[in-house]
């Protein structure tokens, strides 16, 4: 079963038979007594938002995209920044699936608990996802703070920032000083109370300049590397500040037209400004040009067995470069520093960590290979990559 595409492994590329989602959308039921919603798995992220909000209620958190599907992103384990909850997986209630003999099965916390507590991020190796259920929030709002910030202001202050705001975004522009900081703050004012940006400095900020503008920019740099440096100095300096409030998925979710390639690593928080740190040392010795910025988050523990926060707080690095430009030294020699940090990469961005380094890193690895045994003992549902990453 494919989503929507988004994922940058081959994770549901298939070998004979492809299935797509596009016939399973649209919310199946509002549970306001529960405070949870259920929806069929091939409904995309930014439809089910927009759904939400006619019901009055929100996700607790989520990525800055919304293109994929409710499916794809749960079972890769797409997450957001900060919160009580970062992933999506951490936010389901219970989910529906077909499995590899065939058989539909409910699981949530009374029924089939054991295939809930380790499916929640299942990779698309225990079965189709048909319908998942989200605990879910009244209806939200987020003052956003955007501004510049600099290096030594940022490392110094991150502590500070992520227990001051509700939800921490950076970028980081190499060969610079300078990062980019959205601070994410819930307040109290209702819905119908919010001061978004103008339509022209929405246009302005997150479509000209973060779209167009940079993606010419990162064209070029793709093609004359040496620019690269000047080119990130423009881009960092190129946003003014601005603090604005509106709906909580208006605020996580931007526009995002320019393609790229990217990897993520999830290390334990406690080291992870180290992390970062040795990262650019690593950048910087290299003579790379690299033209996209570093995406540094963080998210608190959870119990989801495959997600990359299982049981510890961590902090995400995520690094990106043009689609245009070979990324085989850039993420092979950052993913040798991600790993001796004990990182762990997201399951939908590139990678080449095997089933005998990720049992290392995951204490319920086995448990979850057990079931995959009983819920897809004919491996029906496996690929090349699911081999790789989960063992024959």
Same mark, same amino acid.
């Given at each position: ?27 199946? +039921? /509002? ?8 929806? #069929? ?22 990525? $800055? ?97 992520? !227990? ?21 703050? +819930? ?18 900020? $997150? ?22 440096? +000047? ?8 946003? @003014?500040?601005?603090?604005?409030? $509106? ?5 996580? /979710? ?12 999830? /290390?334990? #928080? ?15 010795? #290299? ?5 996209? &910025? ?5 998210? &608190? ?18 690094? *990106?470069? =043009? ?6 030294? %850039?993420? @092979? ?6 790993? !001796? ?8 961005? /590139? *990678? #080449?960590?095997?089933? $005998?380094?990720?049992?290392?890193? %995951? ?8 079931? +995959? ?11 090349? %990559?699911?081999? =790789?990453?989960?063992?024959?």
């Amino acid at each position: 079963m494919v989503g929507t595409g988004h994922s940058f492994t081959s994770i549901a590329a298939p070998e004979h038979t492809m299935l797509t989602p596009q016939g399973m959308t649209g919310l199946v +039921r /509002v549970d306001r007594d529960a405070m949870t919603v259920t929806a #069929r798995a091939g409904t995309q992220l930014k439809h089910f938002n927009a759904l939400l909000e006619s019901a009055g209620l929100s996700l607790h958190n989520m990525g $800055d995209i919304a293109e994929q599907t409710l499916a794809g992103a749960v079972s890769t384990g797409t997450h957001g920044s900060g919160g009580t909850a970062s992933g999506l997986a951490a936010q389901l209630a219970g989910f529906e699936l077909v499995t590899g003999t065939g058989e539909v099965v409910r699981a949530d916390a009374t029924q089939h608990a054991d295939l809930f507590d380790l499916g929640r991020v299942g990779l698309g190796a225990l079965g189709v996802l048909t319908e998942v259920t989200f605990h879910v929030e009244p209806l939200f709002c987020l003052e956003a703070e955007e501004r510049p910030v600099g290096w030594e202001e940022l490392l110094g202050s991150f502590d500070e920032l992520t !227990s001051t705001h509700h939800h921490v975004d950076v970028h980081w522009f190499p060969h610079t000083d300078r990062a980019l900081l959205k601070a994410n703050t +819930r307040v109290a004012d209702a819905p119908e109370t919010a001061s978004p940006p103008s339509a022209l400095r929405s246009w302005w900020d $997150d479509d000209f300049l973060s779209n167009t503008v940079f993606g010419a920019a990162s064209w070029v740099g793709a093609r004359r590397p040496a620019l690269v440096p +000047r080119i990130n100095a423009f881009a960092s300096g190129a946003l @003014s500040p601005r603090t604005y409030t $509106d709906v909580a998925h208006r605020v996580f /979710v931007s526009p995002r037209r320019v393609v790229f390639r990217e990897m993520e690593y999830a /290390v334990p #928080r406690e080291v992870g400004l180290q992390a970062l740190r040795e990262a650019r040392r690593v950048i910087e010795a #290299r003579g790379w040009h690299v033209g996209f &910025p570093v995406e540094i988050r963080t998210a &608190p523990a959870d119990d989801v067995a495959l997600s990359t926060a299982y049981g510890r707080d961590s902090l995400y690095l995520a690094f *990106h470069v =043009h689609r245009d430009v070979d990324h085989t030294a %850039y993420f @092979s020699t950052v993913e040798d520093v991600m790993r !001796s940090f004990g990182g762990r990469p997201h399951w939908g961005k /590139v *990678h #080449r960590r095997s089933a $005998d380094e990720l049992a290392a890193l %995951y204490p319920r690895f086995e448990e979850f290979v057990a079931l +995959r045994d009983r819920l897809d003992p004919d491996r029906v549902l496996a690929n090349p %990559y699911l081999r =790789h990453v989960l063992g024959a």
